[in-house]
């Protein structure tokens, strides 16, 4: 699901920048650790913020990422441009990750899943694409979020199906992901890392 025009100014703003630098990024770091050398993928990088934090906070050695959102592809395209930086990027879905089996040292989701549908077939999907033994380190927005009065009218998030803590751990491992660690803040957000195992 794409995002609407709200969605879209928040992504894009510097508030969404310093979040993901200096709460979401520093969360999974602490839990998961380093990354160094690693081959990575990004699912959902919107503008591609997540992408410098890969390369800077977490020591990855190379990036691939993607977006259901073309202007959002074009967008990270320019911003890495200016960086000297040439990730794989393309236009994709969460649910159909066009790479063999057993890619990836690490994947990332900052927020990116409750996007989806049919979240569940895309923890099975980054499962697949992950190399046994990697991390998938995941921070994500709660049911209780999504479906509040005034944030449901605003933003344009699927209300049915949508998941809280115990659902999206259990989803996980139903997966074959080993949870290493998670962390909730309030009812709203969620940081996990887990292993494919």
């Keep these: 699901m794409q995002l609407n025009f709200f969605e879209r100014l928040f992504i894009l703003s510097p508030v969404r920048a310093f979040l993901q630098n200096h709460l979401e990024a520093r969360q999974l ?7 160094k050398g690693a081959r990575v993928l990004e699912v959902g990088c919107g503008p591609g913020f997540g992408i410098d934090l890969l390369f800077s906070h977490f020591g990855a050695a190379s990036v691939d990422a993607f977006d259901l959102d073309p202007k959002m592809v074009f967008h990270v395209q320019q911003r890495q441009n200016k960086k000297k ?3 794989l990027l393309w236009v994709g879905n969460v649910r159909h990750i066009p790479v063999a089996d057993s890619q990836y040292d690490a994947v990332f989701n900052f927020g990116a899943i409750h996007h989806v549908v049919n979240w569940r077939a895309s923890l099975a999907e980054i499962h697949r694409v992950l190399k046994p033994g990697a991390r998938f380190y995941c ?7 999504i479906t509040h009065p005034l944030i449901g009218r605003l933003m344009d998030h699927p209300q049915k199906d949508r998941f809280d803590e115990p659902q999206f751990i259990h989803a996980l491992q139903k997966a074959g992901f080993r949870i290493e660690s998670s962390r909730q803040l309030g009812d709203l957000y969620l940081w996990v890392v887990a292993t494919r195992a």
């Design 29 to 35: 770091l602490k839990m998961g650790g380093f990354i």
């Design 139 to 145: 921070e994500e927005i709660l049911s209780r979020y």
């Design 85 to 87: 930086r040439r990730p």
